[in-house]
């Protein structure tokens, strides 16, 4: 029985049971319709919060990324390679609906695999990847009308190495559409965090997919360079560093092959002196927060218009020590743990930098739990553009305070940095508004909003946040031969 709280305004724990997740001891990888041995050496896989483990995961071989690709091949030409888009539609579909259906069990499984908040997991993740499903399904039976031309032809077979931030979500938003469009998967999800992408395979199992159609394999950056350097996959797909996307596209080079790259970011928030000030704030830490800073397009960058600067950052340090930092599997947690020690450590190091270049740090009083990989919101004003806290992605919950005097230097210091994927630009005139988006080289830009997100959208970057779109219309392109 939970003892009272000695505090009466104090939060009570909500936990999920980690027995929702159904871990098994092993997993196994899915190649061909079945499950099957890795022929690689087994690997641990760790709970992030508590640094405990969680189950054995198989390691793949070149030999296993042959077999999985040659597998997807065959379905290509003679499984579901043959199905209309209608019957296509429907295995979508019943993918959708087989993610509400398990959307507890799935969330609490990515809160233990990745660290982050299960309430997140259960009301961002997991809904949204079902979306995916359920709109590209609409999709399958209508590609003469994408705006692509008549009759588009899939590729073959997509080789799609996916990140360890939004396992499952990312793995929606990019095989959703390969399938859509009749292209067969084969899927590496992150060494870190394989599990849920291996219960995704229980689920094409129970819908009843043709065999091949999609084969998940684990391991780690060899395995990955193998599945998007293979002869035989059409369509490589990279989400994740720009540091790996950049050398993933040099290996491609010179094969006539168009890797879709969903590379880093440095998002910027700014924030005019006629926002609402409290409207603005929410989306500011929002931004900056969410998933533990852990996105590629997390606000981590704040442009304050510097009449309003010193009252704002104090607004804006006073909601982020509001958020309770703890156990991810705690409902009333907002910021979880970080995926592993080597992000911990980055982090740390990071943060250490900021401090020596100059920076003022300010650190939430949050207590951290005694054991996982934690680390507490950290705010940094008087940034400069120098600093590396400034131009590098942060990638963590890490948010740099910069200011602004003109909406032309706002523009200039927001364009400061080689990526270019989201920014939330705060305002009351909507003039202002579009004539900032519209200056701006970024990719997604939202009006007196950030992160919001909808599989009917096109999400995207340029410059060194790579071109590939997912969602909307935008997203079928990649897996079509145009």
Not at 120 to 141: K, S
Not at 143 to 162: M, N
Not at 369 to 389: C, D, E, H
Not at 433 to 447: E, K, N, P, S, Y
Request: hydrophobic share 40%; charged share 20%; with cysteine.
């Amino acid at each position: 029985m939970t003892e009272p709280s000695s505090d009466p305004w104090g939060y009570v724990p909500a936990l999920e049971s980690a027995e929702l997740a159904r871990l098994r001891d092993e997993y196994r990888l899915f190649v061909g319709g079945s499950f099957v041995d890795g022929s690689g050496e087994p690997t641990t896989g760790v709970n992030p919060a508590t640094a405990e483990r969680l189950a054995e995961v198989p390691t793949t071989t070149e030999a296993d990324v042959d077999r999985a690709v040659a597998a997807a091949r065959e379905a290509f030409h003679d499984g579901w390679g043959r199905l209309t888009g209608t019957e296509r539609a429907k295995y979508l579909f019943r993918l959708g609906r087989l993610l509400q259906e398990r959307t507890r069990e799935l969330a609490v499984l990515e809160t233990l695999d990745s660290g982050k908040p299960v309430r997140q997991a259960g009301e961002f993740d997991l809904p949204n990847a079902a979306a995916y499903f359920l709109y590209y399904a609409g999709w399958a039976d209508k590609l003469d009308y994408a705006g692509f031309g008549p009759s588009p032809e899939p590729l073959g077979v997509s080789g799609q190495v996916l990140p360890w931030n939004f396992p499952l979500l990312t793995l929606a938003c990019q095989v959703a559409p390969a399938l859509a469009c009749g292209n067969t998967v084969v899927l590496k999800p992150a060494e870190t965090t394989p599990l849920s992408a291996l219960v995704f395979a229980e689920l094409c199992e129970q819908a009843g997919l043709p065999a091949g159609a999609v084969n998940v394999i684990t391991g780690g950056a060899g395995v990955g360079d193998r599945l998007l350097t293979h002869p035989e996959v059409a369509k490589p797909v990279f989400t994740g560093s720009t540091e790996v996307g950049k050398r993933v596209q040099h290996r491609l080079a010179g094969t006539g092959k168009r890797p879709a790259l969903a590379l880093g970011g440095n998002g910027t928030n700014i924030v005019f002196a006629d926002a609402a000030q409290e409207q603005a704030v929410q989306g500011v830490v929002d931004g900056a927060f969410f998933n533990q800073g852990n996105v590629c397009g997390a606000g981590s960058r704040l442009l304050v218009e510097e009449s309003i600067a010193a009252e704002f950052a104090e607004r804006v340090r006073e909601r982020v020590r509001g958020l309770r930092v703890g156990d991810p599997l705690d409902r009333n947690t907002d910021v979880g743990a970080l995926n592993s020690a080597a992000e911990l450590d980055r982090i740390t190091r990071l943060v250490e930098a900021g401090e020596a270049e100059g920076a003022e740090k300010w650190t939430s009083p949050c207590a951290l739990p005694g054991r996982g990989y934690f680390v507490a919101p950290t705010v940094f004003s008087g940034v400069q553009q120098s600093m590396r806290l400034a131009r590098e992605e942060l990638f963590g919950p890490v948010l740099s305070v910069l200011t602004f005097r003109t909406p032309q230097e706002a523009v200039g210091k927001a364009d400061n940095t080689p990526y270019g994927l989201t920014a939330g630009v705060w305002t009351e005139k909507g003039s202002r508004a579009l004539w900032t988006a519209r200056q701006l080289r970024t990719g997604v830009v939202w009006a007196n909003a950030f992160n919001g997100f909808d599989p009917t959208a096109p999400f995207g970057g340029n410059r060194e946040s790579g071109s590939a779109r997912t969602g909307g219309q935008a997203g079928l392109e990649a897996y079509l031969d145009v």
